[in-house]
């Protein structure tokens, strides 16, 4: 039982590159999030996704591009880094009310 | 628009003490809140929430936690640390389908021996 999986863990990036981050679930949930979490903030929603097909933008989307083709991934690309983007990302699914989350990719960008 | 405010950035307890972390909430309709566990390098644990129902709910590891209405706030409680416990905890509000889901920022907990 798999359950959610993030790639890469660690990422080192230089500004005005294209990242991807991916997000892999095995529960068939049909809701997954993406959150960036930064000292002193706690975690804020970047993008939601309530089936394939569907998303939709959270607290802090600029910058940021999601797609969901099938309902188990939901991959996360910045399309051009800045520095700004360097935090830690977390992906969650959930089903009904609770969230499940991933164990976090942790992006520098130089 | 829905917020969280944890006010105790870091707290520090001795193991075997009771632990009190608060959280208050703003939402405009009936709240969904909750508690996440995050040790070091970790992604976020659930440890509890609330709905809706009797205002003290259980949780996992011992922890507990009150929904005060009249307070908008929802603090966890454990009667007896360990040091185990020693992590970062986050309080969430949102609704149903968690699409705005609000965190605090957090309160990293400190176990002395």
């Known amino acids: 039982d798999a359950g959610i999986t993030q790639s890469p863990r660690y990422k080192i990036t230089e500004t005005g590159r294209q990242v991807t981050l991916m997000c892999h679930q095995t529960?068939?949930?049909?809701?997954m999030f993406w959150y960036r979490q930064d000292l002193g903030h706690g975690l804020r929603l970047i993008y939601y996704?309530?089936?394939?097909?569907?998303?939709d933008k959270g607290e802090v989307p600029d910058g940021y591009v999601v797609s969901r083709s099938k309902t188990e991934n939901f991959p996360l690309t910045l399309e051009s880094a800045t520095r700004s983007q360097t935090s830690v990302y977390f992906c969650?699914?959930?089903?009904?009310?609770?969230?499940?989350f991933g164990p976090g990719t942790r992006l520098t960008v130089l | 628009a829905q917020s969280v405010t944890q006010p105790d950035i870091h707290i520090t307890v001795s193991e075997g003490a009771s632990l009190e972390l608060r959280c208050n909430y703003s939402?405009?309709?009936?709240?969904?809140l909750f508690w996440y566990v995050q040790s070091p390098g970790q992604g976020l644990q659930l440890l509890l929430k609330?709905?809706?129902?009797?205002?003290l709910v259980q949780g996992i590891k011992g922890f507990e936690a009150e929904f005060k209405r009249s307070q908008s706030s929802f603090n966890l409680r454990k009667p007896s640390v360990h040091w185990s416990d020693a992590a970062e905890y986050f309080c969430?509000?949102?609704?149903?389908?968690?699409?705005?889901?609000?965190f605090g920022a957090g309160t990293r907990l400190t176990v002395k021996p």
């Open positions: 969430a509000v949102g609704s149903y389908n968690n699409n705005d889901m609000r």
């Open positions: 939402y405009g309709a009936t709240p969904y």
């Open positions: 609330y709905f809706s129902g009797d205002t």
């Open positions: 969650a699914s959930s089903v009904a009310d609770t969230q499940y």
């Open positions: 996704s309530a089936a394939a097909d569907i998303t």
């Open positions: 529960w068939s949930h049909s809701y």
